[in-house]
């Protein structure tokens, strides 16, 4: 019997702590003039709101110096320019009118959302941006995927012009030309370098591969002993990036990466002419052999005529092996493993 009546005892106590609470509250709101309200520093009352202030994005390319083209991978003027181009979609993306109330420290410049990813993607901590931009964590973050989303949704940014999915046959001329200028054999009709990475990942939870409808252990690639996904991607002479598939697990292979992405079913289907007649690409031993797929002369025992072409095949080929360094080099998000 006594601990029924002590339950309730507590229970009535809470309930009357509540009640008072909600009064007090009431009592405050009914004292606050129209005025009063626009002047509390919180979306409602009672919030806390940690105080920080906002840096202006060229107090921190002063006082980066010579560094800051290391700390943002460009330069000032390649700054402003990326800036210029994005600003039509940052603002889509981040709207400066608030339903309720204002922001307690201030808007935040869409140079300074920008500056936050753009040293996110450079291999910074969330932490470390929170503090040399004044923001919160949860701006920092909303910074990163707007600006990503501004970055997909701009046609400027895009590997190819019209935003096409390769380059048009003009410019697999352009680029079949720069080959011929770096191997030494004269190879003259190649317009893209082809290949597969693993971008790192955390492993992902057992909910991740429930709604992903995959199962974990289609993400660990057992050659590199990481989980992934598998990057396929293209590039010209001049190491740029001109298509790029991302849509299967570590475990796929770069094979059945390629045959089910946009580009390998028009190809296999050779249902147009996406690729300029007389001309390929160039991959390693993983494709089969085609007229639009170059690869080395496989086997041990070849002839020194085979064995020449497939010296001369891996010079041009391992462009985009260079480009995969460098993008990896440049982004040192790519360095660590990434959230799913």
């Not at 709207?95 to 920008?114: A, C, E, S």
């Not at 054999?185 to 409808?213: H, N, R, Y």
């Not at 249902?271 to 494709?287: L, Q, R």
């Amino acid at each position: 019997m006594f601990l029924p009546r002590l339950t309730q005892r507590i229970r009535q106590r809470r309930e009357k702590r509540q009640k008072s609470n909600l009064l007090l509250v009431a009592c405050l709101l009914a004292v606050l003039s129209l005025d009063d309200r626009k002047l509390l520093r919180g979306r409602y009352l009672g919030s806390k709101n940690i105080g920080c202030t906002r840096k202006q994005i060229n107090n921190l390319f002063q006082e980066l110096g010579s560094h800051q083209r290391r700390a943002y991978r460009m330069s000032v003027d390649q700054f402003t320019d990326l800036h210029e181009k994005l600003l039509p979609n940052l603002m889509k993306e981040f709207p400066t009118t608030r339903k309720w109330g204002r922001v307690p420290n201030g808007d935040i410049h869409l140079k300074l959302r920008l500056s936050a990813a753009l040293r996110y993607y450079a291999g910074g901590s969330p932490l470390d941006i929170m503090l040399t931009h004044g923001i919160s964590k949860s701006s920092v973050y909303r910074s990163i995927w707007g600006t990503t989303d501004a970055i997909n949704a701009t046609p400027s940014l895009s590997f190819n012009q019209n935003n096409a999915e390769i380059p048009s046959h003009e410019e697999q001329a352009e680029i079949a030309e720069g080959f011929k200028l770096r191997s030494r054999a004269g190879f003259d009709k190649i317009c893209l370098a082809v290949d597969g990475m693993l971008v790192w990942t955390v492993q992902p939870s057992a909910a991740d591969c429930e709604e992903l409808k995959v199962g974990e252990r289609q993400f660990h690639c057992a050659r590199k002993d990481k989980f992934g996904m598998n990057l396929m991607a293209g590039c010209d002479h001049m190491c740029r990036f001109r298509w790029a598939d991302l849509r299967h697990p570590g475990l796929a292979s770069d094979y059945l990466a390629f045959a089910t992405s946009d580009l390998g079913v028009q190809l296999e289907h050779d249902n147009n002419d996406i690729i300029k007649p007389g001309y390929t690409m160039v991959g390693d031993n993983t494709w089969v052999p085609q007229q639009w797929m170059a690869t080395p002369i496989s086997g041990h025992c070849i002839s020194g005529t085979d064995d020449a072409y497939n010296f001369y095949h891996s010079q041009v080929r391992i462009t985009i092996e260079r480009a995969f360094g460098i993008f990896v080099h440049r982004w040192g998000i790519l360095r660590r493993p990434l959230s799913m």
